[in-house]
C-alpha cells in the first residue's frame, strides 16, 4: 500500500527498504565488509541489465571490474590522484574496454557471444599479469584512499562507507530508471522477440552496444569503489573465477529483477567471509546453495518473491471483481 502512495513499483520499495537499512547498518556490522557488498552488488546489477534484461550472456565482465580496479588503484598510488579523479578514471577505461569488447562480440549470439567474451577477458587477464603496472602476481596493495574532492578524508571507514552507499545507491537508481524507461522497454522487446525489433525499425545492434557500454561503465565503477574500499586491486578480480561468481550472484538472486542481485551478492560475500575456515570447502557449499536454488527458486530468490506477490495481487483482484459482480446482480434483481 505505501508503494502505492508513494508511486513506487514493488521493486523500488524494495530499493528504499534496502537503503534505509543501509544507512544504520555500519553501527551494527564492519563498514569495510559492507562496502565490499555493495561494490560486488553493482557488479551484479550492472551484469544483469545484459543477461535479465538484453539477453547477453557475458563470460568476460571480470575484465570491467578487474580493469578499473587496477586502473584506480594505480593512478591513486604512484600518480597521487585524487579519489574522484581516479574512480573516473577507471570507469573511462571500462567503458572503452566495453565498447571494444561489444563491437566485437555483439554481432554473435548464443554460446558464440559468450565465448568470444570469455576469450577476451582472458586476453585481458594474461596483459594484466605481464604488466609492469599491474604487479603481477602480487597486484596494487596499500592503495591511499586520499581526500574527496581534497576534503573528504576517506582513510576514515565510516566517512568512505557513506560515499560508497552514495555512489552504489545512484547507480542502481540509475540501473532502476534505465530498465523502466523507454530505453528499457527496447531492450525488453530485444529480448523476447528480437526479429520482432528489427521489423518494427529499430538499430538493434545499436542499442545492444548501448547497453554493453551502460553494464562495463557501472562494472567499472564497482571494481573503482572495490579498490579504493578494499586499498588492493589483484589478479582475482579479473579473473575467471569472478566472471563466474557474478553469474552466480545473479541467478542465486534473480535474473531480470532489480532487487534480485543484490541479494544474491550479500549471499555470496558472507558466505564467502564467514565460511572461511572451511578453506576450499566453501567452493562446494556455494556449489550446494546454487543446486538447491535452481530446484526450489527457480526464478531466483527475489523473483520468487515477485511471482508470490504478483500472484496474490492477482487473487485479490479476482476476488474483488467476483464481489462487484455479486452486488450488480443483487442490485439488478
Avoid at 502512495?5 to 523500488?12: H, Q
Avoid at 540509475?174 to 528480437?194: A, C, M, W
Avoid at 518473491?305 to 462487484?324: C, G, I, K, N
Wanted: positive net charge; aromatic residues 12%; glycine residues 10%.
Amino acid at each position: 500500500m505505501g508503494a502505492r502512495i508513494l508511486g513506487l513499483r514493488p521493486s523500488g520499495a524494495i530499493l528504499l527498504a534496502f537503503l534505509a537499512a543501509a544507512l544504520v547498518a555500519p553501527f551494527v556490522v564492519y563498514p569495510v565488509f559492507l562496502m565490499k557488498v555493495m561494490c560486488f552488488a553493482l557488479f551484479a546489477c550492472a551484469f544483469n541489465l545484459l543477461i535479465g534484461y538484453v539477453g547477453l550472456l557475458a563470460f568476460g565482465h571480470a575484465m570491467f571490474f578487474g580493469g578499473s580496479a587496477y586502473v584506480t588503484g594505480y593512478v591513486l598510488k604512484s600518480w597521487g590522484w585524487t579519489p574522484e579523479l581516479a574512480i573516473l578514471a577507471g570507469v573511462a577505461v571500462s567503458a572503452l574496454l566495453g565498447l571494444v569488447m561489444g563491437a566485437l562480440s555483439i554481432g554473435r549470439q548464443g554460446i558464440y557471444f559468450a565465448m568470444i567474451t570469455l576469450a577476451l577477458a582472458q586476453m585481458f587477464f594474461f596483459f594484466c599479469v605481464q604488466a609492469p603496472f599491474t604487479g603481477g602476481e602480487n597486484g596494487i596493495t596499500a592503495i591511499p584512499r586520499g581526500r574527496l574532492f581534497g576534503l573528504l578524508d576517506l582513510s576514515n571507514d565510516l566517512a568512505l562507507y557513506y560515499v560508497v552507499l552514495a555512489i552504489t545507491g545512484a547507480a542502481v537508481l540509475l540501473l532502476y530508471r534505465t530498465v523502466h524507461s523507454p530505453f528499457g522497454q527496447v531492450l525488453k522487446g530485444i529480448r523476447d522477440n528480437e526479429a520482432r525489433a528489427v521489423s518494427l525499425g529499430y538499430d538493434v545492434v545499436r542499442f545492444k552496444l548501448l547497453a554493453f557500454v551502460l553494464s562495463a561503465a557501472l562494472a567499472g565503477l564497482a571494481g573503482s569503489l572495490k579498490a579504493v574500499a578494499l586499498q588492493l586491486a589483484t589478479l582475482v578480480d579479473v579473473s575467471w573465477t569472478t566472471s563466474g561468481e557474478v553469474i552466480l550472484m545473479t541467478l542465486i538472486g534473480g535474473i531480470g529483477t532489480v532487487v534480485g542481485p543484490i541479494i544474491g551478492a550479500l549471499v555470496i560475500v558472507t558466505m564467502q567471509n564467514y565460511l572461511t575456515g572451511f578453506a576450499e570447502w566453501v567452493i562446494a557449499i556455494q556449489g550446494a546453495i546454487f543446486f538447491v536454488t535452481v530446484l526450489l527458486f527457480r526464478r531466483g530468490i527475489a523473483g520468487e518473491v515477485e511471482r508470490f506477490f504478483r500472484r496474490r495481487a492477482a487473487a485479490r483482484a479476482d476476488t474483488r471483481r467476483l464481489s462487484t459482480t455479486a452486488e450488480i446482480t443483487d442490485t439488478t434483481v
